[in-house]
């Protein structure tokens, strides 16, 4: 008998390469995971239109789209081009209203346009932006984690985050976060499934979670 294989492509949060799923192993019988990567965007590109433009690296009919944070965002925008089995968002938010006060003042002001994103060398700056926490001992952890530290890119990606328009949570979307996640605080409420004692890095150091539950909830 002939099992036919459910893929599931992992994309990363901001400025995070795909290695933040090393850890995420689920049976080889039924699932072949797919690491995605942030691309370099146009200065203007719109995040619809980067969604679109990613959708490209999506080979596969009825797959399964998890992204975490930045990534979550993202793969809202690209689910509206895909027939997807499951849509799995982690640590992210469902609508332009969880976004935490300092975003939306970020947003109000304009000041995304002069944050100093040229300053993103600084490892500890780029774990700030990206995870919302300074490095103390882990910076090892954070150097191999943290690669995408173009300025076009990060510039263009706090902009998007700032700027997202989806005024409501996508039905279809399975909302994942850790009560203790200091980036997007406001996201536990609704329908979500709540991790206690999840961070915003959960998708790293909760990865046991995942694996047992990701083949649960891709077959209800």
């Not at 294989?5 to 019988?29: C, D, K, R």
Request: hydrophobic share 40%; charged share 20%.
């Amino acid at each position: 008998m002939i099992t036919t294989l459910t893929h599931i492509y992992l994309m990363p949060g901001m400025a995070a390469n795909p290695s933040i799923f090393e850890h995420i192993s689920l049976p080889q019988n039924k699932y072949q995971i797919h690491w995605l990567e942030w691309q370099i965007p146009d200065k203007a590109e719109t995040l619809q239109a980067y969604a679109k433009r990613m959708c490209a690296f999506i080979v596969h009919d009825n797959a399964v789209l998890l992204g975490v944070s930045f990534g979550g965002m993202l793969v809202q925008e690209m689910s509206r081009f895909l027939n997807l089995k499951k849509l799995i968002v982690v640590s992210s938010v469902k609508s332009h209203y969880e976004l935490p006060k300092r975003l939306k003042f970020l947003k109000v002001t304009k000041a995304y346009k002069i944050l100093p994103t040229q300053l993103v060398s600084n490892i500890d700056v780029l774990a700030k932006y990206a995870f919302g926490e300074t490095i103390k001992k882990r910076v090892d952890l954070y150097k191999k984690y943290l690669s995408v530290s173009n300025k076009q890119y990060l510039d263009w990606a706090i902009k998007q985050i700032v700027c997202w328009e989806q005024e409501e949570p996508n039905l279809s979307a399975i909302y994942i976060h850790g009560d203790n996640d200091i980036v997007f605080p406001h996201s536990c409420q609704g329908n979500c499934l709540v991790i206690k004692g999840g961070t915003h890095i959960m998708i790293i150091n909760k990865y046991k979670w995942f694996n047992e539950n990701l083949p649960k909830l891709i077959e209800v």
